[in-house]
Nanobody, 123 residues
Framework: QVQLVESGGGSVQAGGSLRLSCAASGSTFSDYCLAWFRQAPGKERERLASVGILGHTRLSDSVEGRFTVSRDVAKNTLSLQMNSLKAEDTAMYSC?????????????????WGLGTQVSVAS
C-alpha cells in the first residue's frame, strides 16, 4: 500500500504561485490513479486534478488554465503547480491514490490519502 506525504503549502498574496508536492513510498505510482483534492471550511471536498495510470491528466473547470498537474514515476512524486492564485483557492489540499487497472478512477475509488497541506491566499 502506498503512503502519501504532501508538502509545499503556505500563505501567498492573490496572483501568486505555489507548487505542491506529494511524495509516495511503499509502492510505485505507475499502478495508481492519482489526484489532488481540496476542501475549504464548510465546503465539500473538490477534486481538482487527476492523473490516470498511463499519465494522462485532467483538471477541473475551477482550476483549468491556472493549475497544472504532473507525476514523476521515477521519483514517485505528484506535483501541482498553482498559478494566479485567488482567495477562493484557500483550502486544505490533499493528494490521493487508488490502485487500479482502469485508465481513470472515479472519485469514490480513491482510498489512500495524505494528511494534507494548507494553502492560504490573501486578497
Amino acid at each position: 500500500q502506498v503512503q502519501l506525504v504532501e508538502s509545499g503549502g503556505g500563505s501567498v498574496q492573490a496572483g501568486g504561485s505555489l507548487r505542491l508536492s506529494c511524495a509516495a513510498s511503499g509502492s510505485t505510482f505507475s499502478d495508481y490513479c492519482l489526484a489532488w483534492f481540496r476542501q475549504a471550511p464548510g465546503k465539500e471536498r473538490e477534486r481538482l486534478a487527476s492523473v490516470g495510470i498511463l499519465g494522462h491528466t485532467r483538471l477541473s473547470d475551477s482550476v483549468e488554465g491556472r493549475f497544472t498537474v504532473s507525476r514523476d514515476v521515477a521519483k514517485n512524486t505528484l506535483s501541482l503547480q498553482m498559478n494566479s492564485l485567488k482567495a477562493e483557492d484557500t483550502a486544505m489540499y490533499s493528494c490521493a491514490a487508488a490502485r487500479s487497472t482502469n485508465l481513470w478512477c472515479d472519485r469514490a475509488d480513491y482510498n489512500t490519502w495524505g494528511l494534507g497541506t494548507q494553502v492560504s491566499v490573501a486578497s
